[in-house]
């Protein structure tokens, strides 16, 4: 009998695979092509009784290698953990690389579910969290013993009963700063000034048509009362946290910290300046704090997966989003150079020369509001060429805008899965810690 007709017996985790010495030799120099030769019964496991080789690895894969030798064409099911499969194939000394390109896309395709999870993990892991871990020091002074407790009861809403109340408490105190900064806004609360001016002869008084901005006091005390709330909150929130380092870090501290100063602002300002005007304008941009501060009272809530999702999406995408601001950059000046010439190179054949399109920085407002297919319609062009221009305008903002909406919207479905399943296995596993 020819040698390379020579069967030979495989055992692999308890199944036994039966197949040809000349199977074996297709690719020399690899595990398995090395078993063909005279010397591979004591190089490795060989039971004399049973005549066969015993590998104490995953059978289900040695079946698609041995297909492997046989047919040349590597495959593998779609269910196939990649890290297993690729520790399996190195064990036979097989690259990964031999994959057929429909199982390769459905190995990567899971692998990249696997690195999206890590990273929705990483992106999803709270700095709150990664403090109360730095907590777990030996530390016996009043202070370690109720670290714990005060900082749940301002960073854990649903923690008890006490941190509910003080997470609606905090809520109510933003909502009724935001309301006193929209108050503030009201007409009734500017004024007309009045001016007059002397001369040697006469006097002569004159109306201004000058608005100034009148603070009304009850508001500014109000307003003062949830000031101090907040400057209580994060008091407390910053000497308990177990590290201030990290805490300062946090944007949304940040932007706590920043909404005390407006009204210790403007009361230190009262009386010693007699128009207030620029300062409540310059003040008015900070209160817009406010309206931030509520983001991360719906970060604490632990059921607002929609708004977790959502900002780890957009982190996520961080990089798509500039890549496509930085095309509609382009395509804005672009655009806004191509109308101004298209327009007043043409505009002398009409019997007047509009000043819509005065220069470049006025059409590039133009070609922002025509790409993202706005429209105001406060600039529009007159000329043939320019309405042509518009035209395609108007065409790449939807092919720019348009098309990558639906990608941005399976990348949300696909962290939103994501998040539903690692919400499901953290209660599993909370489930059988209790």
């Not at 197949?19 to 090395?34: C, D, E, I, M, N």
């Not at 220069?359 to 025509?370: E, H, R």
Request: aromatic letters at 14%; one cysteine or more.
């Amino acid at each position: 009998m020819d040698a390379s007709s020579r069967r030979i017996v495989i055992n692999v985790g308890g199944i036994r695979f039966e197949t040809y010495v000349s199977t074996l030799q297709t690719f020399p120099g690899t595990k398995l092509a090395r078993l063909a030769e005279p010397t591979a019964c004591s190089a490795n496991d060989y039971d004399l009784k049973d005549n066969e080789f015993f590998f104490d690895r995953n059978p289900k894969v040695f079946g698609y290698v041995l297909d492997y030798y046989r047919t040349k064409r590597l495959h593998c099911s779609g269910d196939m953990c990649r890290s297993m499969l690729m520790e399996e194939l190195s064990f036979w000394e097989i690259s990964s690389t031999q994959l057929a390109h429909c199982c390769w896309l459905k190995v990567n395709n899971q692998a990249s579910d696997l690195e999206d999870f890590s990273t929705w993990d990483d992106i999803m892991q709270s700095e709150e969290q990664q403090l109360l871990v730095q907590a777990d020091r030996v530390d016996y002074s009043w202070r370690a013993t109720w670290q714990p407790k005060v900082w749940a009861l301002f960073e854990l809403p649903f923690s008890s009963l006490a941190s509910m109340c003080v997470t609606a408490i905090s809520l109510l105190f933003i909502i009724g700063a935001i309301v006193i900064f929209f108050e503030e806004t009201k007409q009734h609360h500017l004024y007309m000034l009045n001016n007059t001016q002397s001369t040697d002869d006469d006097i002569v008084q004159s109306f201004t048509q000058e608005l100034d901005h009148q603070k009304v006091t009850y508001l500014l005390y109000l307003e003062l009362v949830c000031v101090l709330w907040f400057t209580f909150e994060f008091c407390i929130r910053l000497f308990f946290c177990p590290d201030k380092k990290n805490f300062m870090r946090n944007l949304l501290n940040l932007i706590d910290l920043l909404s005390l100063f407006p009204v210790y602002v403007e009361l230190l300002a009262r009386g010693y300046v007699e128009r207030m005007d620029n300062l409540w304008k310059v003040l008015g941009f900070f209160r817009i704090v406010y309206i931030i501060k509520l983001i991360r009272i719906f970060m604490l809530i632990e059921g607002s997966i929609m708004l977790r999702v959502l900002s780890g999406t957009l982190r996520a995408i961080m990089r798509d989003i500039f890549i496509l601001l930085l095309v509609l950059a382009v395509e804005t000046l672009f655009f806004a150079t191509l109308a101004f010439y298209a327009e007043w190179t043409n505009a002398d054949i009409y019997i007047y020369k509009h000043d819509l399109f005065g220069d470049i920085y006025s059409c590039c407002w133009w070609a922002l509001i025509t790409l993202t297919t706005v429209g105001y319609g406060d600039m529009y062009p007159i000329t043939t060429f320019g309405k042509v221009i518009s035209s395609l305008t108007a065409i790449s903002g939807i092919m720019t805008i348009v098309i990558p909406i639906p990608i941005l919207i399976i990348k949300f479905q696909h962290y939103y899965s994501i998040a539903l399943a690692s919400e499901k296995l953290q209660l599993h596993r909370n489930n059988e810690r209790k």
